[in-house]
């Protein structure tokens, strides 16, 4: 599996896992909707700005994001290390704004505790049929 095959696998899937590191350096996980964007080797996630997992990114950006796809033959995972950013930025905003998220975020694209999870894709170990590739990004 290379980097573009990652990229098509997570692309399809539905739900991500973030995982955060809290102050007692533990790691945290979370379920995410899937990505908002990809582009190059970096993915798109949108949050709270009041979470928890964007007070611990602040303080620790290492992290951690899986994906899976379970059949009934076939178990398939993805565990990509990387770096996050908390994004802020109006531009960065609106690039991944959706008119649904006005469910959630009620002031719209301007809504403070509206912000952008940009990961850094590092390196990824690639899961199926009981093996596990290495991928470089």
Known sequence: MDKIQIFKFISEQKTAFIASVNAQGFPVVSAMLAPRKIDGNDIYFSTNTSSNKVKQYLENNK???????????????????????VCTDQATKEMIWRFGDKLFYKQGVTDPDYCVLKFKCISAEYYCDFKIETIIF
């Open 63 to 85: 992290g951690c994001v899986y994906f899976y796809k379970r059949g009934k033959f076939k178990y398939q995972g993805v565990s990509i290390m990387g770096e996050t950013e």
